[in-house]
């Protein structure tokens, strides 16, 4: 089963990690900071090994998207973001896991003081995926 751990967040400036410019994360110890990023990349390392994480990608700023809606038969283009978002996907990674328990075991290991993480299920468009 695919599934999609989307990271929100909105750091000023915006970087990466995220975490790294939200003041939640930078009013911990240096030490939980340091522990938290090892722990991350241990993951990451895990699930790598284990051939769940397929992939992931960090995003640019909010302010650097373009929106694309369909309006009077044709595509117009505006400035993103949605200006009424709090927070913004800052990034992604795609995992294939046996079950949703699964996944849910991973996801709650991707939440970072001052983020939010969606687990979102792919949907399965044929016996291929």
Known sequence: MKYVIMI??????????????????QALPAEQ??????DFEALLGELHERGELLGGEALGAPESSRLYRWNDAKPLVTDGPYSEAKEHLA???????????????????FIGPGETVELRPTMQLSEHD
């Open 91 to 109: 990034g992604f990674f795609l995992i294939d896991v046996e079950s949703r328990a699964r996944a849910e075991e991973i996801a709650a290991q």
């Open 33 to 38: 900071r340091d522990r938290l990023n090892a």
């Open 8 to 25: 929100h967040s909105n750091p000023q400036p915006w970087g990466h990690p995220t975490g790294d410019y939200l003041p939640e994360f």
